[in-house]
Nanobody, 122 residues
Framework: QVQLVESGGGLVQAGGSLRLSCAAS????????MGWFRQTPRKEREFVAT????????AYGDSVKGRFTISRDNAMNTVYLQMNSLKPEDTAVYYC???????????????WGQGTQVTVSS
């Protein structure tokens, strides 16, 4: 079992930055690939970024490439999402998730956090 807790969401003006954190607990948490997804009431869950268990591989959704950076600290069992140049369309609930494999498909992820709200004002 892996438990995930997100933090760092909030309200920010367009052009600003936020850093989300995802704290993982469980003996094998560091062996999982980790992903960030986001969802609004009008859209399906959208892939944002993912990182392999070692941190050596990353992937990003097209809408966030060049603005967001995913990283992890396995010693701290924490994954981060640095979000820069935020836009109003980035407003969503952001979820952290864990998967045995490196994937951009939310259906393959085994464990999910409860989400953290990010609101970007124009």
């Amino acid at each position: 079992q892996v438990q995930l807790v997100e933090s760092g969401g909030g309200l920010v003006q367009a052009g600003g930055s936020l850093r989300l954190s995802c704290a993982a607990s469980g003996r094998t948490a560091s062996s999982y690939a980790m992903g960030w997804f986001r969802q609004t009431p009008r859209k399906e869950r959208e892939f944002v970024a993912t990182i392999s268990w070692s941190g050596g591989s990353t992937a990003y959704g097209d809408s966030v490439k060049g603005r967001f950076t995913i990283s992890r600290d396995n010693a701290m069992n924490t994954v981060y999402l640095q979000m820069n140049s935020l836009k109003p369309e980035d407003t969503a609930v952001y979820y952290c998730a864990a998967d045995r494999s490196f994937s951009v498909n939310p259906r393959t992820y085994d464990y999910w956090g409860q989400g953290t709200q990010v609101t970007v004002s124009s």
